[in-house]
């Protein structure tokens, strides 16, 4: 992230659960609308961010994007939301930090290989090491004891015994994959896939084209098999939205205090 403390730090989430637990912690929120978003400024932490909903898919994570380097000048990016497990061992109620982040529905072949971003030379889009760190390391520490940050009856019912941190790639498409078929062949065409989502390496191609430092925190919220429809929102108001909301509040303390700033 760049030395320049009167930037805001954006906060994305992709469902609104999530969202309202974070703004639940901004006392002092403002709410500027563009483009049929509210993207809401204010303190987290001491720290100045924006926090917003980018709606679900990779365009409106890309309009969301957008705005925020365009109008609000953010210094880096973090997106936090559930994802779907792929990888073997990647279960209901872990959490994977992205190192980083592939498209996994783009397919321009045969003029540039499969996956590639045209004209940009890259597939795999890299998350910020120093955010990525940072998030992984009080993520495991908040998942050490899922009894005192979610309650013992939502750790039974969702069997969250033992949840555990991921770091590696996150690939994203237009599409909630809800077939063992389909999460069957996104492991076999990207093996090293941890989790599948529909915006992070859209937000992830924006930042790079900016310059801007970006970071993805995702709880597994299903296996992206045919089960995956089943407890989803609950699980996101009982389980995800408050792993969302103490790992950027324990990151958010971890950063150096800005003076309080408008911008
Ligand atoms: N987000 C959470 N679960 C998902 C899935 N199975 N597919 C795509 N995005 C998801």
């Known amino acids: 992230m760049s030395d320049s403390p009167r930037l805001p730090i954006a906060i994305v989430a992709a469902m609104h659960e999530e969202l309202a637990a974070l703004l639940a912690q901004m006392p002092d929120e403002q709410r500027i609308h563009v483009a049929g978003r509210d993207y809401w400024v204010g303190h987290l932490q001491g720290q100045l961010v924006v926090a917003v909903l980018s709606r679900i898919g990779k365009v409106a994570a890309a309009t969301t994007a957008t705005v925020l380097m365009e109008r609000f000048g953010v210094r880096a990016i973090v997106f936090t939301g559930v994802a779907g497990g792929l990888a073997p061992g990647v279960d209901v109620g872990d959490v994977v930090v992205a190192t980083r982040l592939l498209q996994h529905d783009l397919d321009a072949s045969p003029i540039f290989p499969k996956y590639e971003v045209p004209l940009t030379g890259h597939a795999r889009f890299a998350a910020d090491t120093a955010i990525s760190d940072a998030l992984a390391v009080v993520a495991a520490d908040l998942l050490s004891d899922p009894v005192t940050l979610l309650g013992e009856k939502v750790v039974e019912d969702f069997k969250l015994t033992a949840p555990k941190v991921h770091r590696g790639l996150l690939v994203s498409g237009d599409r909630f994959v809800s077939t063992s078929a389909e999460s069957e062949a996104l492991r076999l065409a990207l093996p090293d896939a941890l989790a599948v989502e529909m915006e992070g390496a859209a937000v992830a191609q924006v930042c790079h084209d900016y310059g801007v430092p970006f970071a993805a925190v995702r709880t597994i919220s299903d296996r992206a098999d045919d089960a995956a429809h089943g407890d989803f929102t609950r699980f996101v108001s009982a389980v995800a939205s408050r792993y ?19 911008i």
Do not use: G, R, Y
């Open 244 to 262: 969302s909301l103490a790992v950027i509040d324990a990151w958010l303390a971890t950063l150096p205090t800005d003076a309080p700033a408008t």
